[in-house]
């Protein structure tokens, strides 16, 4: 299905659970839209699809009330990332998404120029990460958003920032792409990483942990480990 379709679900889901009567309306963040900017259409061919788990806060729940378009939501993720360009954030989840910016550039770059951001759970919650309840509303749709990212986007290098969050949608993403092969084994090491080698359509792809309150050790090695093993 064509991802722009998707998105549009996207805002109509959002209404849907906010009348939902096991969920909490106020709880709920504006939904969050992938999009590629200018330069990561540039760099199409040594992009890194950096996926977290959701966003933070309201995802800017006013200016969704007032436009509530796919459009102004792919506006809205593009002035978030100049923002984060222009140290607005020092998180260790965007430091952890510039080291692999710069390894894909080949170079430190000031800009996020082959990152593309996406979450698993495109509609978060106020505060902290949606719950399983919050999750299930979402799951069939974030699991085609995901693969149709995967597919339109074409990145050279897959990590998701999330551990075994949403592990089920995760699961029926990856199936999604290998129902007509063999499905390679994933490989974890000590250091709460796990990654698995290009196969088919799929690029290699690493999953870790969130990085907040990590070790420089742990990072360092998480790093390497995908450099290494993605061959790049």
């Known amino acids: 299905m064509d991802l722009t379709k998707l998105q549009h679900q996207w805002i109509e889901l ?3 659970m906010s009348r939902a009567p096991d969920l ?4 709920l963040a504006a939904p969050f839209l992938s999009t590629l900017t200018e330069e990561n259409k540039q ?11 959701a966003t933070a806060k309201d995802w800017y729940k006013p200016n969704f009330e007032a436009e509530p378009t796919v459009q102004a939501r792919h506006q809205k993720t593009c002035e978030f ?3 984060i360009e222009g140290g607005g954030s020092t998180s260790a989840f ?3 998404g510039k080291r692999f910016n710069d390894l894909m550039a080949q170079k430190q770059t000031a800009s996020l120029s082959n990152l593309i951001w996406t979450n698993i759970a495109k509609i978060g919650v106020d505060r902290g990460n949606p ?7 979402q799951q069939e749709l974030a699991i085609l958003t995901l693969i149709e990212e995967i597919k339109g986007y ?20 990856f199936q999604s ?13 000590d250091e709460h990483i796990w990654w698995r080698p290009a196969l088919g359509q799929l690029p290699f792809v690493a999953c870790v942990g969130h990085p907040q309150r990590k070790t420089c050790q742990t990072l360092d090695t998480w790093f390497s480990t995908i450099r290494t093993e993605a061959g790049l």
Not at 24 to 27: L, S
Not at 131 to 137: A, C, D, E, G, V
């Open 131 to 137: 719950s399983r309840t919050y999750l299930r509303h």
């Open 14 to 16: 959002y209404y849907k």
């Open 94 to 96: 965007w430091r952890l």
């Open 154 to 173: 074409k990145p050279k290098l897959i990590v998701f920032v999330s551990s075994d969050y949403a592990k089920d949608i995760v699961r029926e993403v």
């Open 24 to 27: 909490v309306a106020e709880k």
């Open 43 to 53: 760099n199409h061919s040594r992009n890194v699809l950096y996926i977290g788990k």
């Open 81 to 83: 990332l100049q923002w």
């Open 177 to 189: 792409f290998d129902a007509d092969q063999d499905d390679p084994s994933w490989i974890k090491n």
